[in-house]
């Protein structure tokens, strides 16, 4: 309903016949460029987890994020983000739960760069402002993340207490999960300094390479927009994947947040709803190309033994 709705809305905006012109009329090499930094985009992911990983290195990391980022795509309410805890277990012998925390810690730190980088750009726009609530939001986030480990062990130990007192020995798997969970919390890898160091640039690089993704789709239609203008709107365009939203993959949320961030930085709506569309097809397709070499490439490796733990 969300993903067809918003898609059904967006185009009841545009003429249908010209829009397709304009959607067909693009230049193959903004699209050609805009791959080869999408696989840029790849590597970071695939870097950045393999920091917060205790076995597995970019040879079954880079895959399984491959695959991880084309099944969120396409998979409703984001079912496709538990693809990386299973294939990290089954390729690295990772932990499935550590894996999970590890993929909620980024996923909270790709929207507090989504945030900080809207509100950068309000700051440092001609009128230099920028909304309180944006930067309570921002502050918000950024200490979450600094104490990640600690409130959601604490929120994970409250709802053990909470399920053993409602649900008793009842479904016992539930009572085991979380007993999972929290041992994950309080004994997931502490991080050095050259570790803190390698999360916090990949994590730039990636909002930044995805940023020039976009520009790169944006100029293959003629529009080249001035750079605090593509931060504020790629950021906006960023943040339909980064917020938790129940839709089919990205289907209908990325356009909405697209135009959203686009229009709000001065482009019409109709060329904002084409480029839209246009950059979820461009940008699946990459996921695609990616996502089926990682799948052969995984396929020919051995499952690892993986330990009682």
Same mark, same amino acid.
């Given at each position: 309903?969300?993903?067809?709705? &918003?898609?059904?809305?967006? +185009?009841?905006?545009?003429?249908?016949?010209?829009?397709?012109?304009?959607?067909?009329?693009?230049? /193959?090499? =903004?699209?050609?460029?805009?791959?080869?930094?999408?696989?840029?985009?790849?590597?970071?992911?695939?870097?950045?987890?393999?920091?917060?990983?205790? !076995?597995?290195?970019?040879?079954?990391?880079?895959?399984?994020? /491959?695959?991880?980022?084309? +099944?969120?795509?396409?998979?409703?309410?984001?079912?496709?983000?538990?693809?990386?805890?299973?294939? +990290?277990?089954?390729?690295? %012998?990772?932990?499935?739960?550590?894996?999970?925390? =590890?993929?909620?810690?980024?996923?909270?730190?790709?929207?507090?760069?989504?945030?900080?980088?809207?509100?950068?750009?309000?700051?440092? %726009?001609? $009128?230099?402002?920028?909304?309180?609530?944006?930067?309570?939001?921002?502050?918000?986030?950024?200490?979450?993340?600094?104490?990640?480990?600690?409130?959601?062990?604490?929120?994970?130990?409250?709802?053990? *207490?909470?399920?053993?007192?409602?649900?008793?020995?009842?479904?016992?798997?539930?009572?085991?999960?979380?007993?999972?969970?929290?041992?994950?919390?309080?004994?997931?890898?502490?991080?050095?300094?050259?570790?803190?160091? $390698?999360?916090?640039?990949?994590?730039?690089?990636?909002?930044?390479?995805?940023?020039?993704?976009?520009? @790169?789709?944006?100029?293959?239609?003629?529009?080249?927009?001035?750079?605090?203008?593509?931060?504020?709107?790629?950021?906006?365009? #960023?943040? =339909?994947?980064?917020?938790?939203? /129940? !839709?089919?993959? @990205?289907?209908?949320?990325?356009?909405?947040?697209?135009?959203? %961030?686009?229009?709000?930085?001065?482009?019409?709506?109709?060329?904002?709803? *084409? @480029? =839209?569309?246009?950059? #979820?097809?461009? @940008?699946?397709?990459?996921?695609?190309?990616? $996502?089926? &070499?990682?799948?052969?490439?995984?396929?020919?490796?051995?499952?690892?033994?993986?330990?009682?733990?």
């Amino acid at each position: 309903m969300v993903s067809g709705g &918003l898609l059904a809305w967006l +185009l009841s905006r545009l003429e249908l016949g010209p829009a397709f012109d304009r959607l067909s009329g693009a230049d /193959a090499r =903004g699209f050609l460029l805009g791959g080869l930094l999408s696989l840029l985009v790849l590597l970071c992911r695939a870097l950045r987890f393999s920091v917060l990983t205790r !076995a597995a290195g970019l040879e079954v990391t880079a895959p399984a994020v /491959a695959i991880q980022v084309f +099944l969120n795509r396409v998979t409703p309410f984001r079912l496709g983000e538990i693809s990386l805890p299973l294939l +990290l277990r089954r390729h690295a %012998g990772e932990d499935f739960a550590s894996a999970l925390v =590890g993929l909620v810690f980024v996923r909270l730190l790709d929207l507090s760069i989504v945030v900080w980088a809207i509100g950068l750009s309000l700051a440092a %726009g001609p $009128a230099g402002a920028s909304a309180p609530a944006l930067v309570g939001g921002a502050l918000l986030l950024g200490i979450l993340v600094a104490t990640f480990r600690r409130w959601l062990g604490a929120l994970v130990r409250l709802l053990r *207490v909470l399920w053993g007192r409602l649900a008793g020995e009842r479904l016992p798997a539930v009572s085991r999960a979380l007993e999972r969970l929290a041992a994950a919390t309080t004994e997931a890898r502490r991080l050095a300094g050259r570790d803190h160091a $390698a999360l916090a640039l990949t994590s730039v690089g990636i909002f930044l390479g995805q940023t020039a993704v976009f520009g @790169t789709i944006l100029a293959a239609y003629g529009i080249r927009l001035p750079l605090l203008s593509l931060l504020r709107g790629g950021a906006v365009a #960023q943040a =339909g994947a980064a917020l938790p939203i /129940a !839709a089919v993959g @990205t289907i209908g949320t990325h356009e909405a947040s697209w135009v959203a %961030g686009f229009v709000w930085v001065g482009l019409p709506l109709e060329e904002a709803i *084409v @480029t =839209g569309v246009a950059a #979820q097809l461009a @940008t699946l397709a990459y996921a695609a190309c990616f $996502a089926l &070499l990682a799948w052969l490439w995984l396929s020919r490796r051995r499952p690892t033994a993986i330990s009682s733990h």
